[in-house]
């Protein structure tokens, strides 16, 4: 069964610094991965995706992610952090079923930034 | 264009009651997906549907049901409510695998239920 685990229930960054929350994956054949990020009391926003092709995936808000097929890690970063980032993000795989579908959510991780 | 659409936004029922949720997809978009979030945990597949048929089921009990409607809006029902199902419940819709795209979900704002 395909699964995502993320390690840090929260990660604290000052504002101007990188930020990497962290994502490892378990699938069998090729993985399709996510990164999503919820607001308070909001429905998820994608955020960007690793399909195949080059490893560094370029997202919104200036997000990027790196696939690592050695390490089995799908860590979202993104180079200068801004207080508006602080939200919950959520690492996610699509698992193939018979006729449909179904997305596998990590269970979270909180990010704070902090002015 | 509009986004996801759920009804209700909030509501609050009592232990044994029944619920509704209601969902409208994105314009074009033929597949939706039902997820609860309970309070800090990430979202659990419940159902997914495509041309009005179940394509994918997740670990709940049959107290909980769905349906998919001509114009691709859906229902989730849920039966004999139980505290256990207060949660946020996100419907989320996509374009269907074998359209050569990726299939990433486009969420609601979701309903909250709290059952007391």
């Known amino acids: 069964a395909q699964s995502v685990a993320q390690p840090e229930d929260q990660v604290n960054v000052a504002e101007g610094n990188p930020l990497t929350v962290k994502c490892t994956y378990s699938v069998s054949g090729n993985p399709y991965l996510f990164w999503y990020v919820q607001y308070p009391n909001r429905g998820l926003q994608f955020l960007l995706k690793y399909i195949t092709g080059d490893n560094l995936v370029k997202g919104s808000y200036g997000f990027e992610a790196e696939f690592n097929k050695s390490q089995t890690s799908f860590h979202l970063k993104k180079p200068s952090a801004l207080v508006s980032d602080s939200a919950l993000y959520f690492c996610a795989v699509r698992d193939m079923g018979r006729g449909g579908f179904k997305t596998i959510f990590g269970a979270g991780t909180r990010l704070f930034v902090k002015a | ?116």
Do not use: M
């Open chain 2, 1 to 116: 264009d509009a986004g996801v659409t759920q009804s209700p936004t909030h509501l609050i029922k009592t232990r044994g009651q029944q619920v509704t949720l209601r969902c409208s997809p994105i314009s074009g978009h033929k597949s939706v997906s039902w997820y609860q979030q309970v309070l800090g945990q990430g979202p659990q597949f419940i159902f997914q549907y495509y041309e009005k048929e179940e394509r994918g089921r997740g670990n709940f009990p049959d107290r909980f049901s769905a349906r998919q409607f001509p114009n691709y809006s859906s229902e989730l029902n849920v039966n004999a409510l139980l505290l256990g199902d207060s949660a946020l419940y996100l419907c989320a819709s996509s374009l269907p695998p074998g359209t050569g795209l990726t299939g990433e979900l486009f969420f609601g704002e979701g309903s909250r239920l709290t059952v007391l």
